[in-house]
């Protein structure tokens, strides 16, 4: 009953919380391997997004796949080794890995500077309307103005010639006319002047009414254009007051000899609703935004690639993990170096130098285990202990206290 207690799984609070707490960093591990997948695919998308605008789509998805496997396997190879152990493999995978970020991260950006400008665009085009607009009718109300002044110039000028007509006073009247004063053939000649020029003021002002409702009516479907439902309907309606605008000014202008200057050209529907088209001249004007957005998915692929590790690619058989357990422990130096992992020294000591041991087998554990992700190499003498080999050793130190214990306590009941 004495050896069964020995036998015994820890057991308690503390064990259990322990458990727990394994079992959540265990599932967290889990779950890290299909959030990576996600954003990788996330970043595969918008970088094949950018590359088909450049090259035939097929070899666009080639290179997508290649690029993406390239960081999540550099970012994983990166965790496993040191630069110390083997400087030429360790820069170039860090090579590799800045080569494919930067590849995923120029096209991913065309992607997200399509999307983040895609307002700013509609305004910007809008608003350039509107300046075209503006400067045109501009123009149209100075001329308006103009035509306007010399009107009303000539209608003062000819109620002035019919007073001076009726008080016999006009410079052009004969001698024997001159102050008159009276209805007569002059004053009537002068009176019927006076009331053409009214009426073609009359005329002149009724025109520039309906061409001021004409504007109006062009300003308004202007304005319906920054909030319209239907896009399409507004932009054909705008133009086609525009064009009533242009119509009707053509017409007053060539009346009364005035020149306007060329009408703006207006963007046709599909190019005011045209998207944009990824091309290099984006990073002309530089969107940060966008490149923040491109940089963001890749850093978080490499980050939760990083922080996963090099995980073994199998866990270990019982005999494999006997004889990890007994090849290790023939290793007599071990520190805690600065990542607060446990290491140890691979050589041999002078002393098995001096009496030529052969370690074939706990070196063949020490490739196997690095070989598996369980162990790093930090340079050519010594290798750290990965995060996943403490639980093995821990049970397998476990599993001999308490056998030791059983045949301590065997043997003190025996004596």
Known sequence: MKQSAFLKKPSGVGYLINRIQTLFVGLLRIWTIPIVLMLSISSGFTTFYGLSHFITPWIALVITVAVQSIIVICSLEIAGIHWKANRLRYFSVVTSLLIALCASITFSYFKFYEISPKG???????????????????????????????????????????????????????KNYKHQVGEGPIWKHYNGIYQLKQQQQQELEQEFKQL????????????????????????????????????????????FGQTLSNPPLLLTYNEFVKGITPSFAMWQSFSLFAFVCAAMVDFFTVLLSYRLEFAAPGPLTS??????????????????????????VIEKTEIEKARRYSDWSRMFAVGLLLNRGFLRKIDHRTVEFAPNIYPLIAEKMGDKIIEIKAKTQEANSNG
């Open 212 to 255: 001021d409702d004409v504007i109006n009516q062009l300003q308004k479907s202007l304005n319906a254009l920054d909030n319209a439902k239907d896009t399409e309907t507004a932009y054909y309606e705008f133009t086609h007051n525009f064009q009533s605008v242009q119509l009707q000014i053509n017409q007053l202008s060539s009346n």
């Open 120 to 174: 700013s665009i509609h305004i910007e085009r809008l608003n350039d309307i509107r300046l075209d607009v503006k400067d045109y009718l501009d123009e149209v109300i100075r001329i308006k103005a103009t035509v306007l002044q010399q009107q009303r110039g000539e209608v003062e000028k000819a109620a002035t010639e019919v007073s001076q007509a009726y008080m016999g006073t006009h410079p052009e009247m004969a």
């Open 319 to 344: 005999q494999e993990e006997e004889l990890v357990f007994e090849c290790i422990r023939q290793f007599t130096e071990f520190r805690i170096n600065e990542n607060d992992e446990l290491e140890m």
